[in-house]
């Protein structure tokens, strides 16, 4: 599954370099070829960089993941190289599609966000976890999905003690504050599935005590961060609610999993129908190509909108997850919901219906399936992603088996 994830990322690459595959063969000249390979160099617009670090960071991750059983520097060497091909491809695709515009400067931001992930793809978080004594109360699946929307609220991650910027993040707040119910209900919900996931995260269940103080030092860095639109009261009020309701009614539920699905569905559906003016005697054409909406326009607002939709779409299949307990009917079942939205849209003139919310949510689920393997058994297990290293399986397992060798010693061993 994992394989197959990777190799999706890198045809994500290619289709998102080619679009909108209006190819014209002329281009393909001498001096076009020449033109690309005097193009290198670094400095481009905030939003192609943002876009084009961003985009290999999940495709380096991926590919250390999908290569484990080979040695480190193989893998390094395996994915470092299939993504430098496909990034140096697609640029030389570009040459022949005449919206794009080829330059190596691409690839070396491709190459850059690259790092990160095979750093994530190294790290050794089973050394990590058993050295803090986490191995046995944190799981991996739910802080990823939590880490999407912390990314989210804080990208670009330039922090600045700047005067001047702190005041102009504070004046959507303080002077000139609108309250949006959509933008209101979309924090309270976000920030209730982040109280969810910081529970579900937890073998104890009890971390989500800490979502007031996440939630104080999110709010608190977006003052500090550069380039973004601020604290807002859209922001604050959103997060009110959502403390309001996390320890008034969902905090002490055995499984508070219905009313933060609730939440994001209110969300979903406000976010894709506001303002509810249909128009039932024109349909609008749906677009059937996957991410036709983030191609065109400001690249960087567009990964920062894909990027919350990522997180919804996370956390919701997440949470229906945990109540049916098939990631499959989880994917038919959102899946179903975020498509419904997108046909009701093909009747407004505030939205335009595609399939790429579909697709998220679909990916969504099948991330979920395959992080939430169990390595001995292959189906999914209930603790979202946890899988002990060989070494805790087999202490485990020599411990269980401790009764019937010698009965009476279960507490025995160490």
């Given at each position: 599954m994992?394989?197959?994830?990777?190799l999706?990322?890198?045809?994500t690459?290619?289709?998102?370099?080619?679009?909108?595959?209006t190819?014209?063969?002329?281009?393909?000249?001498g001096?076009s070829?020449?033109?690309?390979?005097?193009?290198?160099?670094?400095?481009?617009?905030?939003?192609?960089?943002?876009?084009?670090?961003?985009?290999?960071?999940?495709?380096?991750?991926?590919?250390?993941?999908?290569l484990?059983?080979?040695?480190?520097?193989?893998?390094v060497?395996?994915?470092?190289?299939?993504?430098?091909?496909?990034?140096?491809?697609?640029?030389?695709?570009?040459?022949?599609?005449?919206?794009?515009?080829?330059?190596?400067?691409?690839?070396?931001?491709?190459?850059?966000?690259?790092?990160?992930?095979l750093?994530?793809g190294?790290?050794?978080w089973?050394?990590?976890?058993?050295?803090?004594r986490?191995?046995?109360?944190?799981?991996?699946?739910?802080?990823?999905?939590?880490?999407?929307?912390?990314?989210?609220?804080?990208?670009?991650?330039l922090?600045?003690?700047?005067?001047?910027?702190?005041?102009?993040?504070?004046?959507?707040?303080?002077?000139?504050?609108?309250?949006?119910?959509?933008?209101?209900?979309g924090?309270?919900a976000?920030?209730l599935?982040a109280?969810?996931?910081?529970?579900?995260?937890?073998?104890?269940?009890?971390?989500?005590?800490?979502?007031?103080?996440?939630?104080?030092?999110?709010?608190?860095?977006?003052?500090?961060?550069?380039?973004?639109?601020?604290?807002?009261?859209?922001?604050?009020?959103?997060?009110?609610?959502?403390?309001?309701?996390?320890?008034?009614?969902?905090h002490g539920?055995?499984?508070?999993?219905?009313?933060?699905?609730?939440?994001?569905?209110?969300?979903?559906a406000?976010?894709?129908?506001?303002?509810?003016?249909?128009?039932?005697a024109?349909?609008?054409?749906?677009?059937?190509?996957?991410?036709s909406?983030?191609?065109?326009?400001?690249?960087w607002l567009?990964?920062?909108?894909?990027?919350?939709?990522?997180?919804?779409?996370?956390?919701?299949?997440?949470?229906l997850?945990?109540?049916?307990?098939?990631?499959?009917?989880?994917?038919?079942?959102?899946g179903?919901?975020?498509?419904g939205?997108?046909?009701?849209?093909?009747?407004?003139?505030a939205?335009?219906?595609?399939?790429?919310?579909?697709?998220?949510v679909?990916?969504?689920?099948?991330?979920?399936?395959?992080?939430?393997?169990?390595?001995?058994?292959?189906?999914?297990?209930?603790?979202?992603?946890v899988?002990?290293?060989?070494?805790?399986?087999?202490?485990?397992?020599?411990?269980?088996?401790?009764?019937?060798?010698?009965?009476g010693?279960?507490?025995?061993?160490?």
């Amino acid at each position: 599954m994992i394989v197959a994830v990777w190799l999706a990322s890198l045809a994500t690459v290619f289709f998102l370099s080619l679009w909108p595959f209006t190819f014209d063969f002329a281009l393909a000249t001498g001096d076009s070829w020449t033109a690309l390979a005097e193009s290198w160099g670094w400095v481009t617009n905030r939003g192609d960089v943002a876009g084009n670090f961003a985009l290999f960071i999940p495709v380096g991750l991926l590919g250390m993941l999908a290569l484990k059983p080979l040695p480190r520097a193989g893998r390094v060497v395996i994915v470092a190289a299939v993504s430098f091909a496909v990034a140096v491809g697609a640029q030389a695709g570009q040459v022949i599609v005449p919206e794009r515009t080829a330059t190596m400067v691409d690839v070396v931001w491709n190459m850059a966000g690259l790092v990160p992930g095979l750093a994530l793809g190294l790290a050794p978080w089973e050394t990590i976890t058993r050295s803090l004594r986490l191995d046995q109360r944190l799981r991996l699946l739910p802080w990823l999905i939590l880490s999407v929307w912390i990314a989210y609220r804080l990208a670009p991650f330039l922090p600045s003690i700047d005067l001047q910027l702190i005041k102009d993040n504070l004046k959507p707040l303080l002077l000139h504050p609108v309250v949006a119910l959509p933008n209101v209900i979309g924090n309270m919900a976000a920030w209730l599935a982040a109280g969810y996931l910081m529970r579900a995260g937890d073998t104890e269940g009890r971390l989500d005590r800490l979502l007031p103080l996440l939630m104080a030092v999110v709010l608190g860095a977006e003052i500090l961060i550069a380039h973004r639109d601020g604290l807002s009261a859209n922001n604050v009020l959103g997060g009110l609610l959502a403390l309001g309701l996390w320890f008034g009614l969902a905090h002490g539920r055995a499984r508070p999993a219905v009313l933060v699905l609730a939440a994001l569905a209110l969300a979903v559906a406000l976010n894709g129908l506001w303002p509810f003016a249909f128009e039932g005697a024109v349909a609008a054409h749906f677009q059937w190509m996957p991410f036709s909406g983030v191609l065109g326009g400001s690249m960087w607002l567009n990964l920062l909108a894909l990027t919350e939709k990522v997180f919804f779409y996370s956390a919701a299949s997440f949470a229906l997850h945990d109540l049916i307990g098939s990631w499959r009917l989880a994917a038919g079942t959102a899946g179903t919901f975020v498509f419904g939205i997108e046909i009701l849209q093909r009747y407004q003139t505030a939205h335009v219906p595609e399939i790429t919310d579909t697709l998220l949510v679909l990916l969504a689920c099948a991330t979920g399936a395959a992080l939430s393997q169990d390595k001995t058994g292959g189906q999914p297990e209930r603790d979202y992603g946890v899988v002990l290293t060989d070494d805790l399986a087999i202490d485990k397992a020599e411990t269980e088996a401790l009764p019937s060798k010698n009965t009476g010693q279960r507490n025995a061993a160490p």
